[in-house]
């Protein structure tokens, strides 16, 4: 056995981490990072990780209300909104969570529709008015996918009242792999979701014809104003059937946040193990071509480090201390 090396707490630990699903990305992050922490804290020392619908607003008001003690969220910059409540936080903002780290995915937020709709455009979509019937998470006041959706649409000039009175509607579910699904048997013939790299989007553009519609510019410009959304390029032939670069909602990245009472010695160590231990979570996913995994590897203690938010002290000490910051 390997001998434990790196800082330590010295007292018992119990924290409660909060995941996803339970079988998916954030979960594995959630086990290497607190086995991590426990192996170096005292005997007895535990950790718990509590299954979430959706790694999104619902898993920052877990922390924010105090009940639980580290969380992520992705894309990384929806967390800003939290602290500057707007968006999903308008009205109950949590201007004081703290980040420990940043975890590196790349993504993309993106719409596809089956091609026998025949529409290309969203200027096509307000012309042709056709059945919509949008595969996508709800907009429920928890799902990042949902509201951003439901805001872009309006900010297009298709609302969702508007594809319901064509006699479309929204085919609801969490996970990724449920609204591809619903495009792949029939029940949608719309697909509005990011996790772009899975293999739930890379078959079904291999076997069903699929056209992606571009974001207009002023879409995109009036939802950076409103919200801080940023963009990314999803790259030609990311998909079968994708022939040009596509400018889409950038849904990059893992970001864990805490509050201010999270203590800084776990902090410490916690920073030291997203730095130190990589290889352990980095083989879970080596199996995979780093433009189609999950989680991007290598993991750069230097994109650790850079954070969406301010980071907790704790953590900010170890990477000032290994040159990673200022």
């Known amino acids: 056995m390997e001998e434990v090396t790196g800082p330590r707490v010295d007292r018992e630990l119990e ?20 086995a991590g922490l ?66 590196p995915q790349k993504d993309s937020l993106i719409l596809a529709i089956d091609a026998s709709v025949g529409v290309k455009t969203f200027e096509d979509i307000r012309k042709k008015k056709p059945a919509l019937h949008i595969a996508t998470q709800p907009n429920d006041g928890t799902s990042n996918i949902g509201f951003v959706v439901d805001r872009l649409l309006a900010e297009a000039k298709i609302p969702r009242e508007v594809i319901l009175e064509w006699g479309g509607s929204f085919i609801e579910y969490g996970p990724p792999d449920q609204c591809a699904q619903a495009v792949r ?12 790299m899975t293999p739930y989007w890379r078959f079904l553009a291999r076997d069903k014809k699929l056209d992606f519609i571009p974001f207009e510019p002023e879409v995109l410009k009036g939802l950076r104003n409103k919200f801080g959304w940023t963009t990314n390029i999803l790259p030609a032939g990311s998909l079968d059937g994708l022939t040009v670069d596509l400018e889409a909602i950038d849904w990059s990245d893992w970001i864990s946040f805490v509050r201010p009472d999270f203590p800084e010695d776990a902090a410490y160590v916690l920073a030291w193990v997203a730095c130190n231990t990589q290889e352990i979570i980095e083989r879970q996913y080596r199996h995979l071509p ?9 993991i750069l203690p230097e994109k650790v480090a850079q954070t969406a938010i301010p980071l907790h002290p704790g953590a900010a000490r170890y990477y000032r201390e290994k040159g990673l910051i200022r």
């Open 290 to 298: 780093v433009n189609i995994s999950p989680l991007t590897y290598p």
């Open 15 to 34: 924290l409660h981490l909060v995941g996803d699903w339970g079988w998916a990305n954030i979960h594995k992050v959630c086990g290497w990072l607190g």
């Open 38 to 103: 426990i192996e170096r804290s005292k005997p007895g020392s535990r950790y718990a990780i509590w299954s979430a619908p959706f790694v999104a607003a619902e898993t920052v008001r877990m922390i924010g209300g105090g009940r639980y003690d580290l969380a992520f969220s992705t894309p990384a910059q929806m967390v800003r909104n939290a602290i500057d409540g707007v968006g999903l936080y308008e009205g109950q903002p949590f201007p004081n969570l703290l980040s420990l780290g940043t975890f």
């Open 185 to 196: 048997d029939g029940r949608a013939n719309a697909l509005f979701y990011e996790a772009v």
